[in-house]
């Protein structure tokens, strides 16, 4: 197939369309994420179906001192990836064609959410990419739009737009791709040198430590419930040799911190390494909150959650999340 390549919206307009059309939005400097994505939306607009893939560098969205100047402009090489990964068109118009006379005096407000976390590290940011979402939704009339996980905030805050907005359109997340090392992947990382990548790791691995030591705690609690502390069943057990074992995941669950406090407090013991190593790792923040509303959980919480975390290593900014599951829904 030969990828098509669009600079305007009247070209995109002009296309002739069969089937559903799923949409993958970037800012360019694709890489393996993103063709993860687009193969993802060739699935989801089927075989008689348009995938068209944005590239756009949106302005909006990077604050005073941030990187839009030197982000990575691929052209070239994106439109070979998305042609490989089964795109039909690439949709790359310039800041005019997006935003004829300049920026919009109209703008999308993310709310209280975008506030959050990402928003407080970055006033404005959600701002932005909401507006650029919403003029490219208008744009593309996609019946799909697929985003990864990797920017879980972004996500739930576009989902929360289409919703509260009725947008018409199904919003699909895609998991986050890593790298073999467990970074995840990032038109950022090219950023890093050797060194600032091996302690960028710390993010990864600090997300791991977390989600093992919420399976080890509900396996723990999964072990006692399925052990009375009956005298008689204990009596029982003592018989066959397992009273120990009853013990100690008795002991382990009822006495060893857990729930959500112990998973923050295992990510940041890796994070907190991290910080003494040449180079360091300077932690934005580490958050443990509801996707609903990106609040922080408290110790009673069920159900979804994301353990999130965003860290500078030398002058590069990154992100990362897991998600996760608290209490009987798990």
């Known amino acids: 197939m030969s990828t098509a390549l669009l600079s305007t919206a009247d070209e995109l307009h002009a296309r002739v369309r069969h089937g559903r059309r799923a949409v993958v939005m970037t800012m360019g400097a694709l890489h393996e994420g993103h063709a993860t994505l687009i193969r993802a939306a060739r699935q989801a607009a089927g075989p008689d179906g348009e995938v068209v893939v944005t590239v756009f560098v949106n302005p909006l969205q990077f604050g005073a001192g941030e990187d839009l100047d030197r982000y990575p402009r691929t052209l070239d090489a994106d439109l070979k990836l998305a042609e490989q990964a089964g795109a039909d068109a690439v949709f790359a118009p310039s800041v005019d064609e997006v935003y004829p006379g300049g920026e919009p005096q109209v703008r999308v407000s993310a709310g209280p959410m975008g506030e959050r976390l990402e928003g407080a590290s970055r006033p404005g940011h959600f701002d932005g990419m909401l507006t650029v979402v919403a003029k490219l939704l208008h744009l593309t009339h996609p019946d799909a739009a697929l985003f990864g996980q990797k920017d879980a905030q972004q996500l739930a805050l576009i989902r929360r737009m289409v919703r509260d907005l009725n947008f018409g359109v199904e919003i699909v997340a895609v998991p986050t791709v890593r790298e073999e ?69 008795h002991a382990v669950a009822t006495a060893a911190p857990g729930g959500p406090a112990a998973v923050r407090a295992a990510a940041r013991q890796v994070l907190d390494e991290a910080a003494r190593l040449d180079p360091p790792l300077r932690l934005d923040y580490l958050a443990l909150v509801d996707p609903a509303d990106f609040t922080e959980i408290g110790d009673d919480f069920t159900g979804e959650a994301v353990l999130a975390v965003a860290a500078r290593v030398g002058t590069t900014r990154l992100i990362d999340n897991l998600p996760l599951t608290f209490g009987a829904a798990s």
Request: charged share 30%.
């Open 181 to 249: 090392d467990g970074l995840a992947l990032s038109s950022r990382n090219r950023y890093l040198s050797a060194d600032e990548r091996r302690t960028a790791l710390a993010l990864s691995r600090a997300l791991f430590a977390g989600r093992d030591r919420h399976a080890a705690q509900e396996a723990l609690r999964a072990r006692a419930r399925e052990v009375p502390s009956t005298h008689a069943r204990a009596e029982a057990l003592s018989a066959i040799g397992e009273s120990r074992a009853a013990a100690d995941a």
